[in-house]
């Protein structure tokens, strides 16, 4: 299994000089199993260089969004594999509150786009599961997914294939102030012994209460859940769009000293565009 960032930023797009180490791409992830299968988990800004990769191949791939909000869709009308012929591209929406499963297709109508959805060459299939379904396969790794801590919903996958464990949980807010959808003891489970988990770290304790029940974790949170489940690999994900390199580098440098403080056996890093971790 290989896994690359290709988006690592929370919110919006930063573009610039202060954003070239981490990069400025919003919310992607490819993974690519063994036998070649392509599983991508969210469609921001990121999705568009990866296309460039894809593109030249013509197995299916799989989409997981975590949810609709902007920064996870919004580079889906530039993924090049939607404009191929007979391309077959399975979208799996995120159990957010409100059923708006082809919201990602809709931004491509009306006057927000010049290319209409309907009259893409390529294949696309939603896969909308049904509410009770929190487990599936693609091909030989085995999809399961959890409710995320957010404004609108969403959801967090954990993916297992090759022998390795990798969990996604991205915009999910550990502690929110609002009804939790998913504890944080169910949140260890979910993640328990995980080769690699990606978590939200938008913000720092040094942020809150003003950033409460905006829906991300702070680092300090993600770090704690980690070490709880005992992973053997944290990312640090989602970075906030305000924190510069230097910023994100006092993130990482801060989260590994937490880790030094505990003794924890965790390997514990910022995620990077471009950045690829074969398990």
């Not at 807010?173 to 998913?182: A, N, R, V």
């Amino acid at each position: 299994m290989e896994l690359t960032f290709y988006g690592v930023r929370g919110s919006v797009p930063t573009p610039g000089a202060e954003y070239v180490k981490y990069g400025g791409n919003t919310a992607c992830v490819h993974i690519e199993l063994n036998d070649g299968t392509d599983i991508i988990i969210d469609a921001g800004t990121g999705i568009r260089t990866l296309g460039q990769k894809l593109v030249k191949k013509d197995a299916d791939i799989h989409l997981l969004l975590s949810h609709n909000h902007w920064d996870h869709i919004q580079g889906f009308p530039f993924f090049a594999p939607i404009f191929q012929p007979k391309r077959n591209i399975h979208i799996t929406p995120g159990q957010t509150t409100l059923g708006e499963h082809d919201n990602i297709l809709k931004q491509m109508s009306g006057s927000y786009f010049p290319v209409q959805f309907d009259t893409l060459q390529s294949s696309i299939l939603l896969d909308v599961k049904a509410e009770n379904i929190q487990q599936w396969h693609i091909g030989e790794a085995k999809i399961t997914r959890q409710k995320i801590n957010h404004p609108g919903g969403g959801s967090a996958y954990s993916i297992i294939a090759d022998g390795k464990k990798v969990v996604y949980i991205t915009d999910n807010e550990l502690y929110p102030p609002y009804k939790k959808s998913t504890d944080f003891l169910d949140w260890v489970e979910f993640a328990r012994d995980a080769d690699l988990v990606v978590h939200d770290a938008q913000y720092m304790l040094a942020d809150m209460p003003g950033k409460a029940g905006w829906g991300h974790s702070v680092a300090e949170e993600a770090v704690k859940l980690t070490m709880a489940c005992r992973a053997k690999r944290l990312a640090l994900y989602s970075h906030d769009h305000s924190r510069t390199d230097d910023n994100v580098a006092a993130v990482e440098a801060h989260c590994q000293e937490l880790v030094a403080i505990a003794e924890a056996d965790l390997e514990l890093f910022a995620a990077a565009e471009g950045m690829c971790i074969t398990l």
